[in-house]
């Protein structure tokens, strides 16, 4: 059973830094692409990062380009976000994925349950 859970969300005031973490189980972590997506409350999922299993690459949307840095430890099968100069438009739940872009955002089976970010002074 995929299980993916994320943790490190909290409230920071703008400019501020955050590191989520997501633990994943039930699959073979090391062979799947890994994303990460949030959703603002009232609006739709967006997309934010896919972490490559084969090259080890990540992509990062330009939203977030800069201030926001994906990484993954197969062996701890963990993928985190390092999120730094966070603005309030960044208040969103933030979701773990497996799975890359078109896998993400055409069905949820693989979510984990989201952390809350909120930036706000």
């Known amino acids: 059973q995929v299980q993916l859970v994320e943790s490190g969300g909290d409230m920071v005031q703008p400019g501020g830094s955050l590191t989520l973490s997501c633990v994943a189980s039930?699959?073979?972590?090391?062979?799947?692409?890994m994303s990460w997506v949030r959703q603002a409350p009232g609006k739709g999922p967006e997309w934010i990062a896919t972490?490559?299993?084969?090259?080890?690459?990540?992509v990062i949307d330009l939203s977030v380009r800069g201030r926001f840095t994906v990484s993954r430890d197969n062996s701890k099968n963990t993928m985190s976000m390092q999120m730094n100069n966070l603005r309030p438009e960044d208040t969103a739940l933030y979701y773990c994925?497996?799975?890359?872009?078109?896998?993400?955002?055409?069905?949820?089976?693989?979510w984990g349950q989201g952390t809350q970010v909120t930036v706000s002074s």
């Open positions: 994925a497996r799975g890359e872009y078109k896998d993400v955002m055409s069905r949820r089976d693989y």
């Open positions: 039930g699959f073979t972590f090391s062979t799947y692409d």
């Open positions: 972490s490559y299993a084969n090259s080890g690459r990540s």
